[in-house]
């Protein structure tokens, strides 16, 4: 199935715990982005990666980090979370070289941090 | 800083137009994106406009005026599934975009 996957699709962690949240696409995109989402919010960038191997800091990167191994794999990794980071979650790709940029997301997870 | 600004909500009856605003102020501009997000849902795409100009895909249209920092998204014979919210977002480099915070649209019977 073409598209984006994100996985789990919600969560609740205690404050303190490791999570890393996994986004895998099979469109060849070459860019991927993390965003988070609150409650009357837009959508922030929290990370990004332009090529496999290669990843950037958003609009709000502090307590976040990101790998690109691979140009399929997207993974973000909370390393000890926080009440704060109780958000939405989408991961995006796109072809950066098609002008518009279009990006196409996933279905999110939910993650809630007590 | 970079902002964007549009309406946090607007009412309208099904089969009318809507227009939704956005002005924006960025450190880098390639383009004016549209994304509709249905309660629940993922993001997805509308439309893309890079030059100043309307921008038409069936009932939606999409304008920008670069030198305004403006754009509008414009909806016809509205539908009850048009009801989403809606963001524009700049494309302020190749490859990354800033959302605005959503227009919340509903649409009545």
């Known amino acids: 199935i073409a598209g984006i996957t994100q996985a789990p699709t919600s969560q609740i962690l205690a404050a303190g715990r490791r999570m890393t949240l996994r986004c895998t696409q099979d469109?060849?995109?070459?860019?991927m982005y993390w965003y988070r989402q609150d409650l009357g919010l837009g959508l922030r960038l929290i990370h990004y990666s332009n090529t496999a191997g290669t990843t950037g800091k958003g609009e709000v990167p502090d307590g976040y980090s990101v790998s690109r191994a691979n140009t399929d794999d997207f993974p973000l990794t909370l390393a000890s979370a926080v009440p704060s980071q109780t958000s939405v979650y989408f991961c995006?790709?796109?072809?950066?070289?098609?002008?518009?940029?279009?990006?196409?997301f996933g279905p999110g997870t939910r993650l809630t941090v007590l | 800083g970079q902002s964007l600004e549009q309406p946090s909500e607007v009412t309208a009856v099904e089969g009318a137009i809507v227009q939704i605003n956005c002005t924006y102020q960025t450190s880098g501009f390639y383009g004016l994106s549209w994304y509709q997000q249905h309660d629940g849902g993922a993001p997805t795409f509308l439309s893309y406009?890079?030059?100043?100009g309307l921008e038409e895909t069936g009932r939606f249209s999409s304008f920008l005026s670069r030198s305004d920092s403006y754009g509008y998204l414009l909806l016809q014979e509205l539908q009850m599934k048009d009801s989403a919210s809606y963001f524009c977002?700049?494309?302020?480099?190749?490859?990354?975009?800033?959302f605005g915070s959503g227009t919340r649209l509903l649409v009545r019977p």
């Open positions: 406009n890079g030059l100043d």
């Open positions: 977002a700049v494309n302020w480099s190749s490859y990354k975009l800033i």
């Open positions: 995006a790709s796109s072809d950066s070289l098609a002008g518009h940029n279009e990006q196409f």
């Open positions: 469109m060849r995109h070459n860019a």
